[in-house]
């Protein structure tokens, strides 16, 4: 049985990347989203093979169902998921709506329980398995006005690190990789005409010790071992991935 990966938000930036990623390395892929077109550009970038999980993280019930037929098609063996949808919004204490704090804690918190609650069950029967939250370096050090998005990603890590000892019992291994400023399309400046954008790309990228904004698929690397067999003894991680930032 062919071993596969399950990876949300995977139509584009770090999603996609990853995607493609584990693809190189023989897993088969399902693309969970919610834009199908992209997802099918994706999906024909996986030489490994791929399929379409078209799906809102928000309708439990479609997504049981949609992770149900997943789990149940015994094509393939999934041993690996990566929480990889989220959202970005800016916001102050002060200025933050009740809505923004429940529509971050819906998408990038609740969305990666319903993920991993679905799929809990299977890894113990098939004997492990593989999760891999993606989290923020916002969420180990927020900065500026992301008092939402920094305190939901905390507690991405903060569940990660819980469920690594829930898990480590039945082999099922938990990690989070944590981003820094990577160029992909949650943020604004990835949609500046060519000419602003590498303006915009340098300057940020001279803040970092490394020289450069990451790409996504600096990140992808990352995932793609904490997901598979290479880091069979790791779990609990948080590996931040930013270009050295943090030290600074």
């Known amino acids: 049985m062919k071993k596969a990966v399950l990876i949300t938000g995977a139509s584009s930036g770090i999603g996609a990347a990853t995607a493609i990623e584990f693809s190189k390395n023989g897993y088969f892929v399902y693309l969970m989203g919610r834009n199908k077109e992209r997802l099918q550009d994706v999906a024909l970038k996986c030489r490994s093979g791929a399929s379409i999980v078209s799906c809102d993280l928000s309708d439990e019930a479609a997504l049981n169902k949609r992770l149900g037929e997943v789990m149940g098609a015994k094509i393939h063996r999934v041993e690996c998921v990566v929480n990889n949808a989220g959202i970005y919004e800016s916001n102050t204490t002060d200025s933050g709506s009740d809505e923004l704090w429940s529509r971050q804690f819906e998408v ?66 938990a990690n989070c990789v944590c981003p820094g400023l990577v160029d992909t399309p949650i943020h604004q400046f990835h949609a500046l005409p060519d000419d602003q954008k590498k303006e915009t790309l340098d300057k940020m990228g001279g803040l970092q010790p490394l020289g450069r904004i990451g790409k996504p698929e600096d990140i992808a690397r990352a995932v793609y071992f904490l997901g598979s067999d290479l880091s069979s003894w790791t779990t609990g991680a948080v590996l931040s991935v930013d270009g050295g930032i943090n030290l600074t």
């Open 108 to 173: 990038n918190m609740l969305g990666p329980l319903r993920i991993v609650r679905a799929f809990f069950p299977y890894f113990k029967e098939q004997g492990g398995g593989s999760i891999v939250n993606i989290s923020s370096t916002l969420g180990l050090r927020p900065q500026g006005p992301t008092s939402a998005y920094s305190a939901v990603k905390a507690a991405l890590v903060n569940w990660t690190e819980s469920l690594a000892l829930e898990g480590g019992p039945l082999n099922i291994r």
